[in-house]
């Protein structure tokens, strides 16, 4: 089996510290590296459409809630796992690209909810099998037992890292 990145980084770790324990890294280096570089993937796909994928997620979380395809900003970024601040810079740019709208809550005057807007509900319908697909193929050279390994034990480890989220 060739060599990744990563073990070429255990390697240079044993030669430099040989008492050093880098077990976590075979795991957690890897993991880290997959996700850098499918955020690169998907940033390449969604250029395409003026998006990138902090757009795209805001985009994806409203879409996904169905009919009216809204939520309150405090709901986008606890579900988005983002400041009140960089929510707001988010909305502000998904709404000056005309892909999101602020209504008044009806509930609360004193408070705005994030609705996608036609332009954004068609963008989301085009970008999503496409994107969807596209990721699909990466996993394609997994069989179907070897994805359903993979499936629990992610599970598990972002349930760790969500249960410890304060200090994460």
């Known amino acids: 089996m060739s060599k990744d990145r990563i ?3 255990l390697e240079e770790w044993q030669q430099e510290l040989p008492p ?3 077990s976590a890294i075979a795991i957690i280096g890897r993991v880290l590296r997959i996700a850098r ?3 690169k993937h998907r940033e390449s796909i969604l250029v395409d459409y003026g998006l990138n994928v902090w757009s795209f997620d805001v985009l994806a979380t409203l879409r996904r809630q169905g009919q009216p395809f809204c939520l309150k900003p405090t709901e986008l ?3 988005l796992m983002l400041s009140s601040g960089a929510m707001t810079n988010r909305i502000d740019r998904l709404e000056q690209d005309g892909i999101v ?3 008044r809550d009806a509930e609360d005057r004193r408070s705005v909810i994030v ?3 036609p332009k954004g ?3 989301a319908d085009t970008v999503m099998p496409i994107l969807f697909e596209k990721e699909k193929q990466l996993l394609s050279q ?3 037992d070897e994805l359903q390994l993979f499936i629990p034990m992610l599970r598990k480890l972002l349930l760790l890292l969500e249960q410890d989220g304060k200090s994460v």
């Open 7 to 9: 073990d070429i980084i």
């Open 20 to 22: 050093l324990d880098t």
């Open 115 to 117: 609705q996608l807007t």
């Open 77 to 79: 970024y606890s579900l």
């Open 37 to 39: 570089l499918l955020e």
């Open 142 to 144: 997994f069989t179907t």
């Open 101 to 103: 709208t602020r209504i």
């Open 121 to 123: 509900i068609h963008l």
